[in-house]
């Protein structure tokens, strides 16, 4: 096949940013082949999303057959098998207080829910977020995330209410993790004294493993304080796991590692292996407390992406896919900590399971690091190896390969990326 796409291609709007030119002529696995016909070990996952490898083939069956029945019957007129079988499976994988489900199609839609179902249940306004976080582009989402300025570039007037307190972030605060658990909490405390008093709050809304902010896991223990602080005051604590979930930290979702539950859950991405699916979830005598009709959406719940997610997770679970991501996420950290030894500006390897970041400090500062990280990524690249930055000044590359990744595969990124580091010139 030869390329469409050129440099000049005149009709796709400059809005995306683009990491890669590459067109994708077919998928499969951790690989993509390009038009051109290079394969590329793909270790960026649509951002998280081809968890179970691009076009898994119990998934692409789960998906023809429901497009062969029906595609769409919407939620608010009747009532479709394929939405009850995947509340089966998450039921199946979710503490028992997490029972009621509410479905749309993009993780900043389903945040945008949880905040609408935190403010019904506590009849309060406020939101508080921290530092780093992502939590989508709508209005509501954008205003409750911090990662970059550009993400609210041109549309600075947001909704108001949201308070923003600092991430446990030990390399960013230059403290040790314990430090930095005090530090977060001691700020969070003058933030209640000096901004908003926590009877205020409807939510906290924070990511348990940080990602777009910089591949960072939240400590336990900041996750339990969290919870304590919000039993004491009335607050819902809701994990954004859109990112985390689904086995991506060799856990099915993040917060089963720190055994702290949430009164609401967001999840998307990684759920439906590439079709538009996201949800809340909470407790169900939550869920009766938000009005008929305050939030829905016309594709919400759309039968061939319920097919897909029920498929996702049946394959998930009988090929093992969370443990074998937390048996090449150590593999992988392994490795990558061995190339630091010899790159002194590679200054952190971190993240549970397949949700690595590795973080490079050039000049004293993450803040130099751009144009470095830029050039191994470019050096992967022509390597065929894909690779995603991210973090506040994009000092960070991250990992995030299918669950399924093979040894083999997880080797073969490794070598090529220290290939790329001896390469790379800022
Ligand atoms: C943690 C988190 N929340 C929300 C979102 C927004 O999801 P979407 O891009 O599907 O709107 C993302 C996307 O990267 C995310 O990583």
């Not at 819902?236 to 993040?254: K, P």
């Not at 090929?319 to 996420?329: T, V």
């Not at 949700?355 to 993450?366: L, Y």
Request: glycine residues 10%; proline residues 5%.
């Amino acid at each position: 096949m030869s390329r469409l796409f050129d440099d000049n291609f005149p009709n796709m709007s400059p809005v995306w940013s683009r990491l890669f030119t590459l067109e994708v002529e077919s998928a499969s696995g951790s690989w993509i082949t390009a038009a051109d016909g290079r394969r590329f070990l793909d270790f960026t996952c649509g951002i998280g999303v081809t968890n179970t490898g691009h076009c898994h083939p119990k998934v692409v069956a789960a998906i023809a057959a429901q497009a062969g029945k029906f595609i769409h019957a919407q939620a608010n007129i009747v009532i479709h098998r394929p939405m009850l079988e995947l509340i089966a499976e998450l039921k199946a994988i979710l503490p028992p207080t997490l029972d009621g489900f509410f479905f749309s199609s993009s993780g900043a839609e389903a945040v945008e829910g949880a905040i609408k179902l935190a403010r019904a249940v506590t009849g309060r306004q406020s939101v508080v977020v921290f530092n780093g976080s992502f939590h989508g582009r709508t209005g509501q989402a954008m205003a409750l995330t911090t990662s970059k300025a550009g993400y609210r570039g041109r549309s600075q007037l947001m909704p108001s209410g949201v308070h923003v307190s600092p991430y446990p972030y030990p390399l960013r605060l230059g403290m040790s993790p314990e430090a930095s658990v005090r530090f977060a909490l001691d700020s969070l405390d003058e933030l209640f004294a000096s901004q908003v008093a926590p009877t205020d709050v409807a939510a906290i809304l924070i990511e348990p493993v940080l990602g777009e902010g910089g591949y960072v896991e939240a400590p336990t223990a900041f996750l339990a304080a969290l919870r304590a602080l919000c039993d004491r005051h009335g607050i819902m604590l809701v994990f954004d796991e859109i990112q985390s979930g689904f086995g991506r930290t060799g856990a099915w979702f993040s917060f089963d590692r720190a055994a702290v539950i949430p009164d609401i859950l967001t999840l998307a991405k990684g759920i439906a292996s590439g079709l538009p699916l996201s949800a809340v979830i909470s407790k169900l005598d939550y869920m009766k407390k938000w009005p008929t009709g305050s939030h829905g959406g016309t594709f919400g719940g759309n039968a061939v992406a319920m097919a897909a997610g029920v498929a996702t997770l049946r394959a998930m679970r009988e090929e093992g896919m969370p443990a074998n991501a937390a048996a090449m996420g150590e593999r992988l950290r392994a490795g990558l900590c061995k190339l630091a030894g010899r790159h002194p500006a590679l200054a952190e390897v971190r993240g549970p399971g397949l949700m690595v970041g590795t973080e490079f400090v050039v000049d004293g500062s993450p803040r130099n690091s751009k144009a470095l990280v830029k050039a191994i990524i470019a050096e992967c690249e022509a390597r065929e190896l894909l690779l995603l930055n991210c973090g506040t000044w994009d000092s960070t590359i991250r990992w995030i390969p299918p669950l399924n990744v093979s040894a083999k595969e997880i080797d073969r990124g490794l070598t090529v990326f220290g290939e790329a580091l001896a390469a790379a010139k800022a």
